[in-house]
């Protein structure tokens, strides 16, 4: 063979090795490449470290099962002592060596030129690279997999976490309901002085175990990417001020001076998420009259910059509590975090609303800005753009909904919880209302045939039959008899967000109602559905 | 094996033809089909689903039957000893197609396999490989494109699904073959990198449009000179060769030439070198007698029955001379039949299975 002609077959062969990092597929390329320009009726790549070679060690061989072929067994027996040599029929094998990685053989009709074999020296070498090259990235897929294995097994436990919280919140919130419940209709009852006390010591509790649960429930709703905020138009200034009304006269329990100003640019109608919003402020003061033993807290509301239809404005809380370690800043911004362990001991809190905060923050555009020097006080601030609006714009939402309101109708109440059945049964006395109480979804049912009721308040989750089965069959009912559809209204402690739109859109309930049961909702939902008095 | 032919190329005449053999007790059947007869899948469809026995084969420009070239008719292989396996891939362009994992199913203990491929599948040459993958070179391949002369795919291979678009068949039998392949171009000129290639497009060669590297070697040889209407007319006596070591080039033809480009027939490779080829008639007619005698020294016994896969465009080149060719092979102690086909396959037993053009194979049985 011309020189020219073994050199092109040569750079036509260095030319297939190293086009993939899948093993099977480079050695694929090249095997077949080698075998056709080199006229060899059979080939196979071997990856062995013990320069050991046989079947169970093949990469790649062509013909694919190579097991019962009588060239390779002739092979497998006389490798060791024979690098190349004649195969019955007259045909050639070749034994090549590829360094550091295993062995290639080539089998021919016909001898191979020394020159050729000479010339393929630099080529096995980069076939040897290549494959080498192949096992390592296969290895890092397999460790990035395994990685991406582990972060996903991760992220379900901490989802499973959230969603025990969320649970166990939900069990929490039930009974609370009704201890709530029953303080108020206990002050009621014109008790002793000595008891008042009692009653506003279990009532700060309940209202405290009841921060600590919102607080889980809103993180676990953050950690689910459920957490949204809804806009609407209100009075800020208002809202604001009731706020700063509250903590005063906390601070002033606490003998620290409270400062408030609000910038006289600052519009009163805004859009935002009122609750969250409120709940931002209340936490940022909450905390910074909390952590300050002596001193002062002051709040500050300044206007940034603002156009015809929105205003970008600034919140700062600065204290003169105790203040933050430079490399704890970060760290308090982690869930149940608080700078010192001795703090939650002292202080109390179970470390989430900073956390929440934030993220509440974040999901309304803004970012958390702390600066803190420890043991002089910290400072706490954010800016958030808004749109604002007139005031006229901001029509019946802001009507209160309450007192003395008295409505005319019959009421099914179907409410498995003792409890609950006692503190509905309260509050519907004390509205006047006529009502029937029942403890299952079967019962709801049996007696909504017997007839004459105006609305259906439903708990959900209750024995025998729940909520959505007992709404179904008096749907059926009501077709099957050509009956108005009643009001039904959905009772339920399942408090994130989707279930209102799950009961009333999926399920078919009217309304929803979530527990601790408030007066002002059910007048709200009376005044929708029945007569006033 | 039993042949019949049907000089009618009616759907009629496929029809009689088939049920004749059949008739004869054959256990499978292998059809060549003349383009010309116009067979669509309206015409044969049902009656190759209802066929009781495995057919094969497909619709090529032209057939042959015994020292003749047919235009339009039909021939039908019966194989009476042993039932042909047939194994259909459907939509071989088809990425999402695993032809590798089709193959899988096909027995690996076979004398020789019939190959027919739709010559304008895009994905010829990873058929081809996967065949020699899976099955190596233990066993004897032969087959080669079928399709139209007018370039348009369509439907062109026979299963008892019906007649076939962008799929192979793949049969195998029992029966002991020899082949022979020899093609007698020889290089004018190169080697020549391609530069640039697209499946089976050569864009640049040694960095240069196609085109313009294969107009001066050609025309300076020929004397001709390209025009708009007479590309192909030149380049039938021009075909491309892949080099291989110990072994005839690998011919791919040049079929036409659109803005610099050569479309070729079969895949080519970016990096690869070719030579511009050239052949003497004498020489094409002696390289058929070649590969006769090469594939009928494998064979220990007489040979009863020759399958001559040729390449159209050796007709086409010939011209006349192309009968000299079917002389070669044609003998009275056995029968001929064969296909002028769109790209050959075979192998000799000794080196890789090629998908070649304008190559003779000569399969005895």
Redesign the interface.
Known sequence: ?VG???E??L??IS?SIGNSLDLKKMT?EVL?TL????????GAIFQSSDEVIGVEKAVLS????ISK?KDYISIFERYRTESSGELDGGKQFYLLKLPNFGYLILIR??ELETL?LKSLTPILQKIANSSNACIQNSELIEKTEQLNQSLVEVQAANKAKSQFLANMSHEIRTPLNGIVGFLELLKRTEPTEQQKRYIDVINSSSETLLEIINDILDFSKIEAGKMEVEYVAFDFIHEAKMVFELFKSRAKDKNLDFFASIDVFMPQYIVMDKIRLKQIFVNLINNAIKFTPDGSVSVKIEVLESNDESVTWKVGVTDTGIGIPEDKIQKILEPFTQSNNSDTRKFGGTGLGLSITKNLIELMGGKLEISSIHGEGSTFAFTLTSKFVDGSEIEADEVRTGGNMKFHGRILVAEDNIVNQLLISEILSQMDMEFELVGNGEEAVEEFRDGGFDLVLMDHNMPILDGAGALKQIREYEESKNLKRTPNIILTANALKGDRERFISELGFDEYLSKPLDRIQLNTVFKKFLKEK | MEIEIDRSGTVDGFKNLVANIRNRGAKGVLVLSADKNGYTSENLDSFLQNLEIPVFGGIFPEIIYKNEKLDIGNVAVGFMNSVPTVHTIENISDDDVDIAEEMEEIE?EFETMFVFIDAFSTSIETVI?EI???????SNFIGGGAGSLSFVQKPVLYTNSGLVEDGVTLTTIEEVSGIGVKHGWESIDG?FQITKANKNVIEELDYKPAFEVYKEVVEKHSNMEFREDNFFDIAKGYPFGI?????EKIVRDPISEEGGKLVCVGNV?????VDILHGEKDGLVSAVKIAYSEGSGKLESDVKFTLFIDCISRVLYLEDSFQEELDAVATKDSILVGALTLGEIANT????L?FYNKTAVVGVF
Do not use: H, Q, W
């Open positions: 063979m020219l002609e073994r092109k077959v750079y036509e030319m694929k077949g075998l056709r320009k080199l006229s060899c009726t059979s062509i013909p694919k099962n072929n009709n016909e050729i | 690996e490989n020699y993958f899976n099955f190596g070179l233990e080697a080099s291989k070591i110990g072994t490779k970016d990096g690869d070198y037993g000794s080196d890789y090629e």
